[in-house]
């Protein structure tokens, strides 16, 4: 369970330099940049180290893509602003766990122990416990039931995609190929970018046209200096997340149930505390400690059950 765990740590990483990301470009542009980068150099990666994934396998792995990174991350961004980034983390986390495990267990039979059943609860209550918010976000009520639809859909997304992955390593195995975990985030990423690209030229398609009308490309003063302050952290984000944390996200799945993997890496919130300590300056609440405690404890005992 070792990539799990280097998972969470990534995501948590990605999360921080994501959220500041986000806030200076806007939630759909700096979705769709970290994920054009992460691509680029996986697919450096792919070509010079890993191997070619074709037929089946590879398109199992790209539909993991575009539902889990694709979908998954524009719903996640939708949910944000209509019910706070705690509750969305929360749902998204909490209900990827026993959505990837009912799909997986209906489609490709895989089961866990009761013990492991228990843990996962574990798991889940602690990061309840830490993250739900007391007060929710400042929205009317037909924006907050927006907010927790996209983020159930976004949770559905990600516990989907999640068991595609799993397919496709099985598909791959039928076909004699032992993809690692890099080859198979870049085909998993390249998918995502389908999707993220397509929305983002859907939604700025007036300037595209404004673009082609001119026949030059004008970017503002305040536009370029956005990218001045943000491009490190647009680098980190994908560095981060879309590049080493679902390479790892990607190997764990390769040996490991998605109710196993999922739970662990549903701590990315807890390990991002101290994250948000140091470059937020945010300080962590008893309820927050208390919660991660309870969550790591089922961690490890769910990593030493079976």
């Not at 990174?69 to 969305?88: E, H, K, N, Y």
């Not at 490309?217 to 980190?236: E, H, I």
Request: proline letters at 4%; a positive charge.
């Amino acid at each position: 369970m070792f990539p799990a765990f280097l998972t969470t740590i990534c995501f948590s990483l990605s999360a921080i330099s994501g959220k500041r990301c986000a806030n200076t470009l806007g939630g759909l542009e700096a979705n769709f940049w970290r994920l054009a980068i992460a691509t680029i150099l996986l697919s450096i990666y792919a070509r010079l180290f890993g191997q070619t994934i074709s037929g089946a396998a590879g398109a199992a792995f790209m539909f993991s893509g575009m539902v889990g990174v694709g979908i998954g991350d524009m719903l996640f961004f939708q949910a944000l602003p209509r019910i706070g980034s705690r509750l969305t983390v929360l749902l998204i986390q909490c209900l990827s766990v026993p959505i990837a495990a009912t799909i997986e267990w209906l489609w490709l039979g895989t089961t866990l122990s009761a013990r492991q059943f228990i843990w996962v609860a574990v798991v889940l209550s602690g990061i309840s416990l830490a993250l739900f918010p007391i007060h929710h976000a400042t929205s009317s009520r037909k924006e907050k039931l927006a907010g927790v639809c996209f983020a159930i859909l976004a949770a559905v997304g990600n516990g989907f995609g999640a068991v595609l992955s799993r397919k496709a390593y099985r598909l791959a195995q039928a076909d004699g190929l032992n993809i690692d975990g890099a080859t198979a985030a870049y085909q998993r990423v390249l998918g995502g970018l389908l999707v993220a690209g397509t929305v983002i030229v859907l939604v700025r398609w007036p300037f595209i046209q404004s673009t082609f009308a001119k026949s030059k490309l004008v970017f503002t003063a305040d536009y370029k200096n956005k990218w001045r302050a943000v491009w490190p952290w647009v680098l980190t984000t994908s560095l981060a997340g879309q590049t080493l944390g679902v390479t790892c996200f990607q190997w764990a799945l390769k040996n490991n149930p998605t109710a196993v993997v999922l739970p662990i890496v549903a701590m990315t919130p807890l390990v991002a505390i101290p994250f948000a300590c140091w470059l937020e300056k945010e300080r962590p609440t008893l309820r927050s400690v208390i919660g991660g405690i309870i969550a790591v404890a089922g961690v490890i005992a769910l990593v030493t059950s079976k």
